[in-house]
């Protein structure tokens, strides 16, 4: 295994990040682990010394009047980074304008769209968002949808396969499994859709090892990322726990890099 990205990071700047850090952590009610500080010197910094190479960096906007103002942080992250990130933009369905925001996060540089329905308070499958994943599919570009939540209906399967069928070529990267919380009724459910990826964040702590690679299984390696929903897992402990599943080699380059790097269209140079 010689590349790793890490698929799903949340990155903010210095002035708010403790800020933004402690609001999502109260958002789970608290998370059990010890969480970096959410800035990208950061997530470099400890990236690297896990091994990761390459991150897929975004935030999430929870007003319309953020959302300009989020995407222009994360492209000149993405910029300042030496080629080591790729942005994803952030979409609030209240805007205005939602046409105006996805040309112009485009036109900044971003690679994908951001959506946390369960934050951003909407139903994965409101018409707004289909809008979106609408724009997403006629760009090819990917969106990321943060899925699942035994709490609440924002986001679970029922909300997401509405929209696999609407849009069957769009690039769905289902957050967390498919299902945070709710692993199981997603792989059920979702991993029939050829058009769903999912990452592997904010999961495994909760999972036993074999559900974590029956899982994996379900969705086949091809469409499973490596993610840690920096920073708020260790990430070395979540590469080390894939690791014990005794995988085959074709299944952790899949996991680690390769399902990414195609998504994403990510170059190495050799």
Known sequence: MQKIIDSHCHIYPTAIAHKAVESVDHFYDGLPSQHYDGTANMLITSGEAAGICHFIVHSVATKPE????????????????????????????DSDDLERDFNDLVNMGLKGVKLHPDIQRFY??????????????????PVCVHTGDFRYDYSNPPRVEPVLKAYPHLK??????GGWSVWQEAAARLAVYPNIHVDTSSSLFWLKPQEAKQIIRAYGSERVMYGTDYPFWPQKWEIDYLLRLELDEEEYENIFWRSCAQLFDIKFDE
């Not at 103002?69 to 369905?93: P, Q, V």
Request: with cysteine.
């Open 66 to 93: 953020q959302v300009n103002h989020i995407n222009r942080f994360i492209a000149d992250s993405m910029n300042a980074s030496g080629g080591r990130f790729t942005g994803m933009g952030t979409m609030h369905l």
């Open 124 to 141: 994965a499958d409101d018409p707004r968002a289909m809008r979106i994943y609408a724009m997403c599919q006629e760009r090819d570009l």
């Open 172 to 177: 769905f990267i289902g957050a967390h499994f």
